[in-house]
């Protein structure tokens, strides 16, 4: 079945603790994207990555990292998780790089940082 | 800056039409369409293209004003699975095109009723 996966699915932590939130897909897609979703704000993009070893910058990159290595993975590292990194995470993938297709998004990630 | 989108939130009986437009204070290189329901991962409706192009549903209907930065989404002969959170997303021109970096409005709450 194609689709885009996460894990965990739900994650409560603690300020400061490194975690790593991990995104695949099994489509063989180019783009990938990390948002962060908080009530009244809508989607926000963290990071995108329109191919291999190449990521940019969304509107909201600070306290987040990226890196693409492989074309199935895009993980989101918290290297110092604070409590307004609590959200509702969610990734996503389009076939093409120039995000000129759909997205196709993951079921979300639920993170709470005390 | 996020697109403006109106009206933050409308209320429908089935059959009735609704549109749902996205204001963007840049020049604009594309216009994203996603619905939300509760609880659930975001879902692709319609992709409008600079120039003209569109991609998406057959049954949903949009538009895109290049020169007033623009997109309006239509929904006609309303049905009760059309209830959920409309998004759109834009991908700027200013400042030279970033391809690939979507910044979605705050969504557009679509309730319909029997």
């Known amino acids: 079945e194609a689709q885009v996966t996460q894990n965990p699915r739900y994650l409560i932590t603690v300020t400061g603790k490194k975690l790593t939130v991990t995104c695949s897909q099994n489509?063989?897609?180019?783009?990938m994207s990390w948002y962060r979703q908080d009530p009244g704000l809508g989607l926000r993009q963290i990071y995108y990555s329109m191919n291999v070893e190449v990521t940019d910058k969304g509107d909201v990159p600070e306290g987040y990292k990226v890196s693409r290595k492989e074309k199935r993975n895009f993980p989101l590292i918290l290297e110092s998780p604070s409590p307004n990194q609590t959200s509702l995470y969610f990734c996503?993938?389009?076939?093409?790089?120039?995000?000129?297709?759909?997205?196709?998004f993951g079921p979300g990630t639920r993170l709470t940082v005390l | 800056q996020q697109p403006v989108q109106s009206p933050q939130a409308v209320i429908l009986r089935e059959g009735e039409d609704a549109v749902i437009n996205c204001s963007s204070s840049?020049?604009?290189?594309?216009v994203h369409w996603y619905r939300q329901k509760h609880g659930e991962a975001p879902v692709f409706l319609m992709i409008?293209?600079?120039?003209?192009e569109q991609k998406g549903h057959d049954k949903i209907s949009a538009s895109f004003n290049e020169k007033k930065q623009q997109s309006s989404l239509y929904l006609t002969a309303s049905q009760l699975s059309y209830s959920g959170t409309y998004f759109c997303?834009?991908?700027?021109?200013?400042?030279?095109?970033?391809?690939?970096?979507?910044?979605f409005g705050q969504g557009t709450i679509l309730t319909v009723h029997p």
């Open positions: 409008l293209l600079k120039g003209g």
């Open positions: 489509m063989n897609h180019e783009y």
């Open positions: 996503a993938s389009s076939l093409s790089s120039y995000l000129q297709n759909e997205q196709f």
């Open positions: 840049k020049a604009l290189y594309s």
């Open positions: 997303g834009t991908e700027s021109n200013a400042g030279g095109t970033s391809y690939g970096k979507l910044t």
